[in-house]
């Protein structure tokens, strides 16, 4: 879309309002909107003034809502969410919640704060939903609190993994030390062969079927927890991800272009 096609389009809302045509004001819009379609910024148009309440011309943020579709929460549905999420708790009694939902204007709101009444959630939301800054930051934390907790679970993957690599070597020992197997289990704690290396004398004393328990309990772990990883992954907000079509393009395209 191109300056004078947003200029035209917006003149359906100047007129609606009873305004004058301003270029400087254009200028503003199409810096937010200078990536979108012209079609879906003319749907969008059509749809908030359809559909809104509110007496006055409206901000960027409050039409670039219009094109975001169902992939970002509104107020009351985020709020649904919130309650959801304290098991159906009075969310005004629940305390700090660290409230960690899938919605970064949520996690902004509640970030910090003891109690929360839906009014002023309501409120809140659709603030920030409609400041560009705040929103950026509300992401920007968002992600990076995602990131903060895949860093954890790759540690935890890892440390599975090690736990796997010493089963599989204690299998190998095993197989490979059969006989001095049975004189150590004969001479108990007074006979440790020298082939046990950095084994310890209770993961030495293990049966041979025991180590294999392990060893597939350790493979369905490390499954489990790449499962984990791939679907916080697929949270980090992307430049493509909903809730960032509300942001300018300029800070956009600093959002990563996809995840793993």
């Known amino acids: 879309m191109n300056k ?14 009873g305004k004058e045509p301003n270029k400087a004001q254009a200028q503003i819009w199409f810096t937010v909107f200078e990536d ?22 409206p901000m960027p943020a409050e039409v670039k809502q219009q094109m975001v ?16 999420y304290t098991d159906g708790k009075n969310v005004d009694r629940a305390g700090d919640l660290s409230i960690n939902v899938n919605n970064p204007i949520t996690n902004m709101i509640f970030s910090g704060r003891e109690s929360m009444k839906r009014k002023a959630f ?3 939301y659709e603030a920030v939903a409609r400041n560009s800054g ?20 790759d540690n935890y993957l890892q440390s599975a993994i090690d736990t796997l690599d010493n ?25 440790l062969p020298p082939f046990i290396g950095k084994l310890s004398a ?46 300018p393009s300029e800070i956009r395209k600093q959002l990563p272009e996809q995840t793993k």
């Open 134 to 153: 705040l929103l950026e930051k509300s992401v920007t934390s968002y992600n990076e609190k995602i990131k903060k907790t895949l860093s954890t679970k």
């Open 122 to 124: 309501i409120e809140d």
């Open 202 to 247: 209770q993961k030495f004393f293990r049966s041979k079927d025991s180590i294999a328990e392990d060893i597939a309990k350790d493979e369905a772990i490390i499954k489990a927890r790449r499962e984990e990883i791939a679907l916080l992954e697929a949270l980090i907000i992307t430049a493509k991800s909903p809730f960032s079509k509300l942001l």
């Open 69 to 84: 579709g169902d992939g970002v929460p509104g107020a009351g549905e985020a709020w649904l969410e919130a309650v959801m």
């Open 36 to 57: 979108c379609d012209l079609a879906e910024f003319q749907n969008a148009i059509g749809k908030y003034l359809s559909t809104t309440k509110n007496g006055w011309f």
């Open 167 to 191: 089963s599989k070597k204690a299998l190998a020992d095993y197989d490979t030390n059969e006989a001095e197997t049975e004189k150590g289990k004969e001479e108990g704690d007074h006979f």
């Open 4 to 17: 004078q096609d947003l200029f035209d389009s917006m003149k359906v809302m100047w007129d609606f309002y």
